[in-house]
């Protein structure tokens, strides 16, 4: 069964936003620390972006100052709101509790001109 659900990806230009959103099919999300986590082409799997069960959240230093990362526990939802997009966070992007397990399909995120 698949417990992550992630949408949102798209393409855009340089300086553009999206806002992606996972849906957790798990009774104890509110308990969960989520991570947000990317693959570039070519790269391997890095970590981008973590909430915890306490609103607390770390970013990777690249994308500091241009992603927020939030939850919804009501809906158990887990968004990543991505604003001046570069090339560079090109990507398939994957939410997940940790890095350990399966990645599933993920949202692809293309930032192009």
């Known amino acids: 069964q698949v417990q992550f659900v992630v949408s949102g990806g798209g393409l855009v230009q340089p300086g553009g936003s999206l806002r992606l959103s996972c849906v957790v099919s798990?009774?104890?999300?509110?308990?969960?620390?989520i991570n947000w986590y990317r693959q570039r082409p070519g790269e391997q799997h890095e970590w981008v972006t973590s909430?915890?069960?306490?609103?607390?959240?770390h970013y990777l230093n690249s994308v500091k100052g241009r992603f927020t990362i939030s939850r919804d526990n009501a809906k158990n939802t887990v968004y990543l709101q991505m604003n001046s997009l570069k090339p560079e966070d090109t990507a398939v992007y994957y939410c997940?509790?940790?890095?350990?397990?399966?990645w599933g399909q993920g949202t692809q995120v293309t930032v192009s001109s």
């Open positions: 909430i915890g069960s306490a609103n607390n959240t």
């Open positions: 997940k509790t940790g890095f350990l397990g399966p």
């Open positions: 798990r009774s104890d999300f509110s308990r969960l620390g």
